[in-house]
């Protein structure tokens, strides 16, 4: 994957914050979601950052028995997402909309980014 710096920046606190869903604990959903709120990107491009980039580098966490639990090392979490060459070929059968963590998630960036529209 090639990211201008400027591209990498605006990503990089994304990847960690989404990892953090696939860590072996209970995810802090109001900071995750909170900083996707805030984000400049749309919610599409939100599901696809989490399914094409963050998810393919970090879902087997998941599965395994003794999995990371205090957080994936940065260096090797953006090394890992810049040196992906292709979106994901494999997906898995049933809607994204309905996947975790996205079912989870979604609903609090949506309801984070309406506040922020009516708020004084």
């Keep these: 994957m090639k990211l201008s710096a400027e591209e990498l920046e605006i990503r990089r606190p994304l990847w960690i914050a989404l990892s953090d869903l696939y860590l072996d604990t209970e995810p802090d959903w109001e900071r995750v979601a909170a900083l996707c709120a805030t984000s400049s990107f749309a919610i599409s491009e939100l599901q696809r950052i ?4 963050v998810h393919p580098v970090v879902y087997l966490n998941l ?40 079912r989870e998630l979604k ?7 309406q506040q922020s529209e009516h708020a004084p």
């Design 50 to 53: 989490l399914f094409d980039e």
């Design 63 to 102: 599965w395994s028995t003794a999995g990371v639990w205090d957080g994936f090392d940065q260096d090797w979490l953006i090394e890992s997402i810049l040196s992906r060459k292709r979106p994901p070929i494999f997906r898995l059968p049933w809607p994204e909309e309905r996947r975790y963590p996205w």
């Design 107 to 113: 609903p609090l960036i949506v309801s984070m980014r």
